[in-house]
């Protein structure tokens, strides 16, 4: 098992139980892959640099969680597929 951290966001039109569904798919989709110590760091909703998907603005958290090497490539999957999520990077931290 390896540290990672994933910064992602969320598309903030939604409502914030819905944001905090969110989250909470992302985290379980961690412990579901063989992952686990999910630490949640939530940033709120930040401007972006230039649009994306022609939003301006997006809802960050920062996810700190261990997993093994094989369940990255499921979680980036989730990243891409889930509409909730404009964007996501997932990282090792040195």
Do not use: C, N
Request: aromatic residues 10%; hydrophobic residues 40%.
């Amino acid at each position: 098992m390896r540290k990672y951290e994933a910064l992602v966001i969320v598309d903030p039109r939604l409502e914030e139980g819905d944001i905090q569904k969110a989250i909470e798919r992302f985290s379980t989709a961690i412990t579901e892959a063989g992952g686990g110590s999910v630490e949640i760091d939530r940033w709120g909703v930040r401007r972006f640099a230039y649009e994306i998907d022609h939003q301006k603005e997006g809802y960050y958290f920062l996810a700190d969680f261990t997993a093994p090497t094989d369940a990255i490539a499921t979680l980036e999957r989730t990243l891409q597929i889930a509409d909730e999520f404009v964007r996501g990077k997932i990282v090792r931290p040195e």
